[in-house]
């Protein structure tokens, strides 16, 4: 089963048990999937779907600081719950630990050296390599802290 087609079947399954939040998470995922395609004339497979429902993800995690400034603990909770419904379509995601350790093997292959001014070659090089299994804020964290080690 493709992952469009599980999006579908967990959206008719959120309507019979009138599960509103996984119903609302998922609507919004496969609405986002429709306005990709039709913009970009494609059918996405796979890997494009994750990305645009981890692009989904990334979106209600900046949206969360904003409703904790706001005070707002209602839309708070159900962006959380929101976010953990999304996730479980997409890959593991990588530890700290696993994306230090790719971080290093890629800069030891590419022969990087960890400084301040290759910090963009170094992105480059990894960002493919852990591509939907790790967020990039988590990659130049991983960067930064070996950079300034």
Do not use: C
């Not at 059918?43 to 005070?71: P, S």
């Amino acid at each position: 089963m493709s992952l469009k087609e599980r999006l579908s079947a967990d959206f008719k399954e959120a309507l019979k048990t009138k599960d509103a939040t996984r119903k609302n998470a998922v609507n919004m995922a496969r609405a986002a999937i429709k306005q990709y395609e039709v913009d970009h004339r494609e059918e996405l497979d796979d890997e494009g779907v994750q990305e645009v429902i981890a692009k989904q993800v990334k979106m209600r995690k900046d949206a969360l600081a904003d409703f904790e400034k706001a005070g707002r603990t209602d839309l708070l909770d159900v962006y959380k719950a929101e976010i953990d419904i999304l996730q479980s379509y997409l890959p593991e995601q990588l530890s700290e630990d696993e994306v230090r350790s790719i971080v290093t093997k890629a800069m030891e292959e590419a022969g990087i050296a960890p400084e301040k001014k290759n910090m963009g070659m170094i992105m480059k090089t990894v960002m493919p390599l852990v591509k939907g299994k790790a967020d990039g804020g988590i990659v130049k964290k991983v960067v930064d802290s070996i950079i300034n080690a």
